[in-house]
Nanobody
Framework: QVQLVESGGGLVQPGGSLRLSCAASGFTFSSYDMGWFRQAPGKEREFVAVISWNGGHTDYVDSVKGRFTISRDNAKNTVHLQMNSLKPEDTAVYYC???????????WGQGTQVTVSS
């Protein structure tokens, strides 16, 4: 079965960095676009970034452009989110997700907490 397992979250000071990882299994990873979403307390889940199946195309929500970088390693079935210059408003649970043909996100990990605070 499809499994997505996130790791790398934690507590970091404003201006700091974290690198999230998502280990995928149960499907042909290199055939799917992969994405990251986040959900802050009291808010709806929002799109953060997506990367195409071969890594050739990426897209980001405006609020993280220039600070976050999504990447993938198809040999290791992993997708990463490098987060730099973190701000308190980046505090959220971050979720890894698979995007199927047609654009819908169909499988989700359990999430990893990122807290940006001094």
């Amino acid at each position: 079965q499809v499994q997505l397992v996130e790791s790398g979250g934690g507590l970091v000071q404003p201006g700091g960095s974290l690198r999230l990882s998502c280990a995928a299994s149960g499907f042909t990873f290199s055939s799917y676009d992969m994405g990251w979403f986040r959900q802050a307390p009291g808010k709806e889940r929002e799109f953060v970034a997506v990367i195409s199946w071969n890594g050739g195309h990426t897209d980001y929500v405006d609020s993280v452009k220039g600070r976050f970088t999504i990447s993938r390693d198809n040999a290791k079935n992993t997708v990463h989110l490098q987060m730099n210059s973190l701000k308190p408003e980046d505090t959220a649970v971050y979720y890894c997700t698979r995007r199927r043909l047609g654009g819908k996100y169909d499988y989700w990990g359990q999430g990893t907490q990122v807290t940006v605070s001094s």
